[in-house]
């Protein structure tokens, strides 16, 4: 059976300095190892510097004490140097800060080197910093302090760093730092970390408010399920207690004026009298639920008029007495922007009612210019910016975000030197028809 033979590997070397004669030994034993190797001399710095522009070279080979060498090497100097100039140029040009760290044999962390932006992110210059490396794991959060022990750890088994957490600064700042960065061992093995650290503060509390948002969505959500069940049974309360009530009454003031129709003729209209005044009070209140449910007067009469009746029915139920100052009845809103403009008007006036401690609320309703304005103040207490923010203020937030859902805004001023205004703003013509109240 023959072998095919395996071909030679190509070599290309570059000689300075060597003679033919003195490089010879050197080709022959190449060439026994299975190399098929070239050569080519050059001497003087000039035709190494052309040598070398060509590359491609697998091999060099010369004197280092060769003074076209040395000077070589000062140009290679020279190259170094532009190369951490540059370096430093990208640095001070990075938002994050380029570091390059090593651990100690006791454990400590020292920064070999730290960009320009170390001042702005930790509030420490970079001389300060590669000085004294503990500074910076001393403004770790002692909350977070093991995270970032456990980060180095990990990342000498996976080759990569990448740790997020909170220090503070000499001038007290929290922030959020992210260290993203790569991992090999120096000259003596211990491990050394070379990368970025970014300030992710800005993001953090993106991630936050956009948290508090989908919970303070969650939270609504979880109410006007709760707030529809309350509802029903206020309506099946109020049908229950006062119209069954009274139906039983009129039932047996029926039967009584049934037994005394000849017996006593005055007491008789007595009698009527008071089923007549029972048969009000069950109108009256199948009109208020009604209307409370859904109502006819806005659909028929518009929103003013809807405003004005509702002003009235407050000002019987509660006691505290609503002055329209104005109401143009000639507004003219879609459907949905009317309902949801009438409910706003309701929210707030109940919410006058339970926290505002009020003696009198005045209303304004009007259209300037392309937007319908609706002005609700009280002379109450007043509200603060923390109650703004409380996790069970679900009217105001209920206000808010179904003036959002039509293009509205929603603003609460005080009113020194004591109220609440609330002013509720929406588009007099909706850009899309689909919203539902």
Known sequence: MSLTPVPAKPLRLLVTGEGPASIEALLQRLAAAGYAPTAQWASGAAQIQAALADGGWDLVIGSHALPCLAALGGLAQATEQASEARLGAIAANTPGVIFRLRQGPDGGLDFLYAGGATQLLLGLSPADLTADGQRYTAMILAEDRPGFD???????????????????????????????????????????????????????????????????????????????????????????????????????????????????????????????????????????????????????????AAVECQAEDFFHRTGL?????????????????????????????????????????????????DEIRLEIQDDGRGIRHEDLRRPRSFG?????????????????TATPPAGTRLTATLPATLESPDHQP
Do not use: Y
């Open 321 to 369: 007495p609503v002055h329209i100052l104005a109401a143009d009845h000639d507004i003219d809103l879609p459907e949905e922007a009317g309902i949801a403009l009438f409910r706003i008007f309701q929210e707030a006036l109940t919410n006058v009612c339970k926290h505002a401690n009020a003696t009198q609320v005045t209303v304004r309703l009007m259209q300037e210019g």
């Open 396 to 412: 105001l937030r209920g206000i808010q975000e179904r003036l959002a859902s039509l293009g509205g805004q929603f603003v609460i």
């Open 150 to 304: 456990a980060a180095l750890v990990a990342s000498r088994e996976s080759g990569k760093l990448n740790w997020e957490g909170r220090i503070r600064s000499p001038e007290g700042d929290l922030k959020w730092v992210n260290l993203r960065g790569s991992v090999h061992p120096g000259s003596h093995g211990e491990p050394i970390w070379e990368g970025v650290m970014w300030n992710i503060t800005q993001s953090k509390q993106t991630e936050a408010d956009l948290r508090e948002s989908q919970s303070q969505l969650a939270a609504l959500s979880r109410h006007l399920q709760n707030a529809k069940e309350e509802e029903r049974e206020r309506i099946a309360r109020d049908v229950h207690d006062v119209l069954g009530g009274n139906l039983v009454a009129l039932k047996i003031e029926l039967s009584l004026l049934t037994h005394r129709l000849a017996s006593d003729p005055a007491d008789a209209r007595g009698r009527v009298a008071a089923i007549a005044g029972l048969l009000d009070e069950a109108i009256a209140t199948v009109s208020r639920v009604t209307r409370e449910l859904r109502p006819g007067i806005l659909k028929d009469f518009g929103l003013a």
